[in-house]
């Protein structure tokens, strides 16, 4: 059974618009939805999930996916009548512990808490860190967060469609299939969207409405736009965001780093990618009857070499070197018991403790290679760094070894060799930080990838080659060859590539220095697929994705062969 719980007010057009996404996932993933079972919130048990009892389940059939979106986070202040008493979170909260204790088929679960900005600690503890889409402007003083938790993926159309339209502006209404609305559902009337079937959970013009009483960005008009006064609902967060024109850069997914990462999704995808390219994993539904057992390996896709540097956090006051990256230490103890320290005045989780190393890059422009003994793991500390910064990095240790500070016009650290490493003013956030290239390990748990060509006929073709590493140069191409098991030997010389030349899609190493050009968001792409990979994503062994170098995103799709990646190569 799917059970749809979709706020406190259950009514017949909420239950209208989840009934239709469900029927739109089951036919994207039979396997894990099949569109046989049933699916209904159940006469028989009550609206207050407080007051279930276990005979209310008796003769209802067991639930393998619970829906479970818009909903409302219990805080106060609010001028949304109905949400100060409804505490829907911890309502679901409350039916997911039950449904795991009380029955012996999984449960996958898809939450949307579109109403405000906190994160109860208690949601957080239970089901992990949600991933969070930025506020946009909902009228004239709305501004709020959305959060997501689900351990399913139902969006990778809604992906897809991002990318296929990166260089140019995303309608509304061509988002709207991909979240389940066929073109039959809605229709378009003096620039606004109608959707006579479905109302929505926002409706009224206090939540939707500009200065001028003209219908907020990304609100969609419900039955007759005509009527007075006019009726708005609230579209998915996905959705309201590309109204607005942002993208998946703006959603923030850095908590989604470190062991945090491979607890969540190692299970489901069974594999893990190389967390400095993927900050952003998208997989297939979890099989609802699937065990989940934690895997015994990672896969790691070296697909793109490491940023060439990247920020270390200059801490006067912190008394150890901190990495939230496992996939960093040489030499690495873990504990038996995982303790609790406070990092920077945060309680956070201390897995372990090892080596390891960088390189500094000196005030003359030398390579300085040194290592850091007893540095902490700690993969809470991306959680409440400042954008996602895994590494800390102790001035007390480091003066304990010799080394002397200078914060004057010219911050440098100077080594006790005597190299002097300039100290890079991180104004916008109010802190200090180094530039690290890091050193990995020769070994990174698993062996590198095995690439998987799209067809015998393109092996060892430059061009192709060209294109796949992202319009790299040729002088890149050359360093990748040996570092990716299944690249051809040799390649023969790059003939002229027109996207290179009009689009200048070429790019080295992303320069650090201050004032660089950003590029904008999916300039580059890497497209290809992956594997075969063990253990296998739910039946499938190879994997797919797209790459962006430029923004630090990433995202998969399981996939049977490589001819499935054929339809997806438009994107790349």
């Known amino acids: 059974m799917f059970l749809l719980f979709p706020c406190c007010e259950i009514d017949d057009t909420i239950r209208d618009v989840l009934s239709h996404r469900l029927a739109v996932l089951s036919k994207r993933y039979p396997g894990q939805l099949p569109s046989s079972a049933t699916h209904n919130w159940g006469t028989r048990l009550p609206q207050d999930i407080h007051l279930i009892r276990p005979s209310h389940w008796d003769s209802l059939p067991p639930v393998s996916f619970l829906d479970a979106g818009p909903c409302h986070a219990p805080f106060s202040g609010t001028a949304f009548p109905s ?58 003083t709305v501004q709020r967060d959305s959060l997501i938790w689900t351990n399913m993926s139902s969006h990778w159309d809604l992906i897809n469609h991002y990318i296929s339209h990166r260089q140019h502006g995303i309608p509304v209404a061509s988002l709207l299939p991909s979240i389940g609305f066929s073109p039959s559902d809605w229709r378009a009337q003096d620039g606004q969207l109608s959707l006579p079937r479905f109302s929505g959970v926002r409706n009224g013009p206090h939540f939707c409405l500009n200065h001028d009483g003209s219908p907020g960005p990304g609100m969609l008009a419900t039955g007759d736009p005509s009527l007075s006064p006019a009726r708005f609902a609230e579209p998915p967060c996905a959705v309201r965001a590309a109204a607005m024109g942002y993208t998946l850069q703006d959603i923030n997914v850095s908590k989604f780093r470190g062991q945090e990462l491979e607890d969540i999704l190692l299970p489901i995808l069974g594999s893990s990618m190389d967390l400095h390219t993927c900050t952003w994993i998208m997989s297939a539904a979890r099989a609802t009857n699937a065990a989940t057992t934690p895997t015994t390996s990672a896969f790691f ?57 960088e390189v500094y890059t000196t005030v003359d422009g030398k390579k300085v290679a040194t290592t850091l003994t007893k540095v902490l793991h700690a993969p809470d500390f991306v959680s409440f760094a400042p954008h996602g910064i895994s590494r800390l ?23 006790p060799t005597g190299s002097r490493i300039p100290i890079r003013r991180l104004r916008e956030w109010g802190l200090y930080g180094l530039m690290v290239e890091p050193i990995l390990p020769t070994s990174i748990l698993s062996p590198p990838p095995t690439v998987a060509l799209l067809s015998a006929t393109s092996r060892g073709t430059a061009q192709l080659w060209h294109r796949r590493l992202g319009h790299i140069h040729a002088e890149g ?35 650090t220095a201050p004032g660089s050009r950003d590029y904008p968001p999916f300039h580059t792409l890497n497209l290809d697929s992956w594997g075969p990979v063990e253990p296998s994503l739910q039946g499938n062994n190879q994997f797919y994705g797209a790459f962006c170098r430029s923004t630090s995103f990433a995202m998969g799709r399981p996939i049977r062969s490589t001819a499935e990646i054929v339809p997806y190569t438009c994107v790349a």
């Open 393 to 415: 990095f102790s001035q007390g240790r480091a003066q304990d070894a010799g080394a002397t500070f200078t914060y004057a016009q010219d911050c440098t650290m100077t080594l």
């Open 301 to 357: 896709a070296q697909c793109d070499a490491p940023p060439a540097a990247e920020i270390q956090i200059v801490d006067g006051g912190a008394s150890q070197f901190i990495n939230a990256n496992r996939h960093e230490f040489h030499d690495y103890e873990e504990f038996p018991v995982h303790a609790r320290y406070t990092l920077t005045g945060v309680p956070a989780t201390v897995y372990g403790t090892g080596t390891t190393k």
């Open 83 to 140: 949400a100060s008493g409804a505490k829907t979170l911890s309502k679901v909260l409350h039916i997911i512990r039950f449904l795991t204790a009380s029955q012996r088929m999984s449960l996958s679960y898809l939450i949307e808490n579109s109403a405000g900005a906190t994160e109860p600690p208690t949601i957080i503890g239970a089901l992990g860190t949600p991933l969070r889409v930025k506020a946009t402007s909902m009228g004239s």
């Open 477 to 511: 191409i050359k360093k990748t060859l040996p570092l990716v098991t299944g690249l051809p030997s040799s390649l023969s010389h790059v003939e002229f590539c027109s996207p290179c030349v009009l689009s200048k899609s070429t790019i080295a190493n992303k320069s």
